[in-house]
């Protein structure tokens, strides 16, 4: 039998949406309700780091993540191996006497083995740069012959934030309007050097694990809730366009605004949602009221916070400097206790936007 092993490494950050994805229209295509704009974070930050494996010694698909097996059987997974290997092309690697040719494809087995460089138990997104990650090294492994938009609408269908870590800077996901989600797909606004002033800090809240899975929510608020029709439908067309030109024009104060708000109004959408979602807790709301303040009494916004599906901060400081002021800040009012679960999770060397 043949020996060979042939295979490839990739590295994807996550990402933070600063105008949010809540609600599907389609739920097997991972189609959204509303367009959304993130920021992807630096690469080597909050990551994963994923090798994907083919060999014919292999009998059957199987993924590691952190060390521990997990099943592939689910939809999710196996909408991306499918739309991938659909796709995959001819390689050959004469130095390791690697042949593939398409056609093989469809019987060759893959090993996967993936990680997460941050606490997977804390809520970090982890979800957006594990599948992003999948797509892009499957899509390496196979030679598949496409650009990172489309591979954004492959990774969509693992996780909808997903499609969004195919680009670096800032990027929109188009909710598209075709039925087949063939124009949901991820651009790029601006790449990572447009506004490298941004130093992004997460202030780990918590550690548990969320109660309310995102899929589940948003499920639930398709089905109860009418603010998210009319943030849907009226909210957020408008606010993505202002958003794109604050991106643009670096317009810190329209960017800390439309943030603030977005964030405010999907924690608002959990709250209207029956039976009610709260992701955010006391220590989110004091964060949110401190930053708030602190915004007021400079007169110009200095720091943007966005929360996801979780009581975690994401706390955009307008430069260097302000980052510092703010750590000082979130040091000051939430000591670090061993008998608190409140650390502050700094990136990196504070800044994500090189
Ligand atoms: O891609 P999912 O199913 O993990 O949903 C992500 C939802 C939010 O993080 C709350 C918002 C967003 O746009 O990322």
């Not at 920021?39 to 994907?52: A, F, G, I, N, S």
């Not at 009998?59 to 939809?75: A, F």
């Not at 317009?251 to 964030?263: G, K, R, V, W, Y």
């Amino acid at each position: 039998a043949e020996k060979w092993v042939y295979m490839v490494t990739a590295q994807t950050p996550t990402n933070i949406a600063v105008i949010k994805y809540w609600g599907k229209r389609d739920e097997v295509r991972i189609l959204p309700v509303n367009d959304s704009i993130s920021v992807t974070l630096d690469p080597d930050h909050l990551c994963t780091v994923t090798t994907v494996a083919v060999s014919p010694s292999f009998d059957r698909d199987r993924m590691w993540l952190n060390g521990k097996e997990i099943s592939l059987s689910g939809s999710r997974y196996q909408n991306c191996l499918r739309e991938i290997r659909g796709r995959a092309g001819d390689v050959e690697d004469k130095e390791k006497g690697v042949k593939i040719e398409k056609k093989d494809w469809e019987k060759l087995h893959l090993h996967i083995a993936s990680h997460n460089n941050f606490p997977t138990a804390a809520g970090l997104a982890s979800s957006a740069a594990g599948f992003a990650c999948l797509v892009f090294s499957l899509a390496k492994l196979m030679n598949v012959d496409e650009d990172p938009s489309h591979l954004s609408a492959i990774a969509r269908q693992g996780s909808g934030s997903a499609c969004r870590s195919l680009f670096g800077g800032f990027v929109k996901w188009e909710m598209g309007n075709k039925e087949d989600g063939s124009d949901s797909v991820a651009v790029q606004l601006a790449d990572e050097k447009h506004w490298n002033d941004l130093v992004i800090i997460i202030a780990v809240v918590s550690s548990r694990q969320k109660e309310t899975s995102s899929t589940s929510g948003m499920r639930e608020s398709v089905e109860t809730s009418l603010l998210l029709q009319h943030r849907a439908k009226e909210v957020v067309p408008k606010r993505t366009l202002q958003m794109e030109e604050a991106i643009k024009n670096r317009d810190f104060a329209s960017f800390t605004q439309l943030s603030c708000a977005d964030s405010n109004q999907f924690h608002a959408v959990c709250l209207d949602t029956s039976p009610p979602i709260f992701y955010m807790n006391d220590t989110s709301h004091r964060i949110i009221s401190l930053v708030e303040k602190w915004n007021r009494s400079e007169g110009t916004p200095q720091v943007a916070y966005t929360f996801d599906a979780g009581p975690n901060a994401v706390l955009i400081a307008r430069n260097r400097k302000v980052a510092i002021q703010l750590l000082q800040g979130l040091l000051y009012y939430f000591p670090p206790k061993s008998d608190t679960d409140m650390k502050s999770y700094v990136v990196g060397d504070n800044s994500i936007l090189k």
